[in-house]
Nanobody
Framework: QVQLVESGGGLVQAGGSLRLSCAASGLTFSTYAMGWFRQAPGKERKFVAAITWSGGSTSYGDSVKGRFAVSRDNAKNTVDLQMNNLKPEDTAVYYC???????????????????WGHGTLVTVSE
């Protein structure tokens, strides 16, 4: 049974930082690309970041480029999202996802991902 469990969400002031983590189990982690998506209240879920199976390549949504960084540790089966210079518009539930088909390029589309976590809430205040 595949499980993806996010942690690290919370309340932070604008300009602050948070680090999200996702712990994976039940899959051969090093053969999956990992992605982060977010869903703000009343809006569709959107791509945030992705990292290939080896960690050799990353990609980001336009709104977070230069502020967020995704990394992974295949020995620990974890993927992290470092979020800096947070803005109120970053407020959302953040989801971790795993993709087998996109393992070598890290997909940016929801339908490329096979497994999803339940999400962790990030709230950025003014």
């Amino acid at each position: 049974q595949v499980q993806l469990v996010e942690s690290g969400g919370g309340l932070v002031q604008a300009g602050g930082s948070l680090r999200l983590s996702c712990a994976a189990s039940g899959l051969t982690f090093s053969t999956y690309a990992m992605g982060w998506f977010r869903q703000a209240p009343g809006k569709e879920r959107k791509f945030v970041a992705a990292i290939t199976w080896s960690g050799g390549s990353t990609s980001y949504g336009d709104s977070v480029k230069g502020r967020f960084a995704v990394s992974r540790d295949n020995a620990k089966n974890t993927v992290d999202l470092q979020m800096n210079n947070l803005k109120p518009e970053d407020t959302a539930v953040y989801y971790c996802a795993a993709s087998r088909r996109a393992y070598y390029y890290g997909g940016g589309s929801e339908n490329e991902y096979d497994y999803w976590g339940h999400g962790t809430l990030v709230t950025v205040s003014e």
